[in-house]
């Protein structure tokens, strides 16, 4: 103990441990009266010495000191406040984390090493891609590349998601957003409920796979890094590997409602800074008046459930998300009555003050593949009597309960996953994609799989190859939105000539063209968009284009509203074409003939003016 001396000051502030010149500085949140630092060797249970914090620095509940030594290397370290131990909860690193699911070291206390690791950003820069140009894929780093069939080196790791960047590009997306990959208890243990005679302190077996729970919010997950690396550095070189190809980042960080405010303004700053995010998905419970208002965050993407409106000005940077989307979407892709009002909504909403993102699958619920093949959820696998999970799923299994051989069952759901990626493609607001969803990853009717880390959840890539069309629709799409900016402007549409160029940005339109009609049993709609709005990669004026949605199990004939003089309408997008995977090349898009085109029963069809 005598090699290191304890000197007293009053920086209480960072949080947690950092290196000072000669020695280390620790401040800790305890609301005890005597809180001491705990250091350990290398292996041992029991620490070489107990520091206690001097008492004349404590402001509030903090407690600060440097200590001063010589050498630091191979210790670790906890806290103690009246006897009893508590893991730094400012801790960038936690040991012992390295293995996913380790029993042994489930229920010690997490110490934390006393290092300092540095990282060259080599002059990175964050993106900044706004909202109406962004594409978000939504991930579990885990899930994502665990599979044999992955084919990376470093599976279910930051650097299994690097080897995949190619693949990434190649589809068109421009944002990573993963789950939460703080260091969180992935082992399951059961609450403890005093005078319980059944009451059992040893893991139940199951597995948080999702990370949603109480956790360690400035250490990133040890297991999700390769090899024993480091895994601050290794989410780093993520970052840095993504924004080098121009594509982004968003982390997500689930917080109890336990935590105190200040601490929950610490953690979002922490990430933004120490690992350069483009964004942060908050959910659980926030306060999210304060992060909102922070100017620190202000040119952050931060998406949240919902967001109070703001007057406009300034870089759009907030987002809701939420499945207010999917729910609407589903049931137009159905075919349920009354739907046309919402789909005109969710197919223009874009507010000015934030941004508004879009999905037709994500964590909590069928994937995309499911939604078509599975009226009901399939969670025995989960031990609960398949009690868990959302009865509402807005599905329809096109015939039949799960997996089939008829070809008309399969063919009719191939469709519908076609007109479900143009129903989210074609939304003005920003789309996100679950992971896999885009080559048909199945978890088997399973809309709850928060304890499947098996094959459930991780993503088979064999299904790329098997559902190969389903990918190329999909990378053609996304490519299609990018060079269409009519899809995807800065402001919502207004439905108004506003430049006095002869038609609305855009419109809507029922069977009749100028008609549109909402009674409950309508389920067609047109929507004229005007290219004088839109501009294409090299300045010119975008393209026109009309979009006839049919959702009704009966063919309708669409009315073609009028383009100017020497321009008729072509064909892009058909989703009843199998033949042709529901697109046309570029530059052999059939002409539409006459003035009307009849439309297959669930089928959308994509005209462009040329």
Not at 18 to 35: F, K, Q, Y
Not at 139 to 155: A, L, P, W
Not at 296 to 311: C, G, M, N, T, V
Not at 575 to 580: G, L, N, S
Request: glycine share 10%; aromatic share 12%; hydrophobic share 35%.
């Amino acid at each position: 103990m005598e090699q290191y001396r304890i000197k007293a000051g009053n920086e209480n502030y960072p949080m947690g441990l950092h290196m000072v010149p000669g020695g280390i500085h620790l401040c800790t949140a305890a609301e005890g009266d005597s809180v001491s630092l705990l250091l350990f060797k290398e292996g041992e249970k029991e620490p070489i010495c107990s520091l206690p914090f001097p008492k004349e620095t404590r402001r509030g509940n903090v407690y600060s000191m440097t200590v001063l030594g010589d050498d630091f290397s191979g210790l670790s370290y906890c806290f103690e406040m009246d006897g009893k131990r508590f893991s730094d909860p400012y801790g960038k690193r936690f040991l012992n984390r390295d293995t996913w699911g380790d029993l042994e070291h489930v229920q010690n206390i997490l110490l934390s090493p006393v290092e300092s690791v540095d990282f060259d950003w080599q002059g990175d820069r964050l993106p900044l891609i706004p909202y109406e140009d962004t594409i978000i894929y939504r991930m579990h780093c885990r899930g994502f590349t665990n599979h044999s069939s992955s084919g990376v080196k470093e599976k279910g790791t930051f650097q299994g998601i690097i080897e995949k960047i190619p693949y990434l590009k190649e589809l068109g997306i421009t944002t990573v957003e993963l789950m939460p990959v703080n260091e969180f208890q992935e082992v399951i243990l059961p609450e403890r409920v005093l005078g319980n005679p059944f009451g059992v302190d040893k893991p139940t077996g199951k597995i948080n796979y999702w990370g949603y729970g109480p956790g360690f919010y400035f250490s990133p997950k040890s297991s999700y890094a390769s090899g024993g690396t480091n895994p601050g550095t290794e989410l780093k070189s993520l970052v840095k590997a993504l924004h080098k190809e121009g594509m982004e980042l968003i982390a997500e960080l689930y917080f109890t409602g336990k935590e105190p405010a200040s601490f929950v303004l610490d953690v979002v700053r922490f990430w933004a800074e120490e690992f350069h995010l483009d964004g942060i998905h908050l959910s659980g419970f926030l306060p999210l008046e304060l992060l909102r208002n922070d100017p620190y965050l202000s040119r952050l993407k931060l998406l949240a459930h919902s967001w109070e409106e703001k007057k406009e000005g300034g870089r759009k940077h907030l987002a809701d998300c939420n499945d207010g989307f999917l729910i609407d979407m589903r049931r137009v892709l159905k075919g349920d009555e009354d739907q046309m009002k919402n789909l005109a909504f969710r197919l223009r909403n874009n507010p000015p003050d934030r941004g508004v993102i879009n999905f037709m699958a994500s964590t909590n619920g069928f994937t995309m593949m499911d939604m078509v093949s599975y009226d009901t959820k399939h969670n025995e696998g989960n031990g609960e009597n398949n009690q868990d999970g959302t009865p509402y799923n807005y599905s329809w299994n096109c015939g039949t309960e799960g997996p089939t051989r008829k070809k008309a069952v399969m063919e009719l759901r191939k469709k519908q996953l076609r007109n479900a990626f143009l129903l989210l493609f074609l939304s003005q607001g920003t789309p996100l994609i679950k992971a896999g969803d885009e080559f048909g990853h199945t978890q088997s009717g399973n809309n709850n799989a928060y304890c499947q880390d098996n094959e459930i959840s991780w993503l088979n890539w064999n299904l790329l190859k098997k559902n190969q069309d389903m990918f190329e629709f999909v990378k053609a799409l996304i490519a299609f939105r990018k060079s269409h900016s009519v899809f995807h402007m800065e402001k919502e549409p207004k439905l108004m000539d506003y430049l006095v160029c002869g038609l609305p940005d855009m419109s809507y339109h029922g069977v009749r063209a100028w008609c549109p009609k909402y009674e409950n049993f309508r389920r067609q709609l047109g929507i004229f968009y005007w290219g004088e709005y839109g501009k294409k990669a090299d300045g010119t004026k975008d393209d026109s284009f009309y979009v006839a949605f049919n959702m009704h199990w009966e063919p309708h004939q669409f009315d073609l509203p009028s383009l100017k003089e020497g321009k008729s309408w072509h064909v892009v997008f058909h989703t009843d074409e199998k033949e042709i995977n529901g697109m046309y090349d570029s530059g052999k898009e059939p002409k539409a003939e006459g003035r009307q085109f009849m439309v297959p029963p669930r089928t959308i069809v994509v005209f462009m003016g040329k």
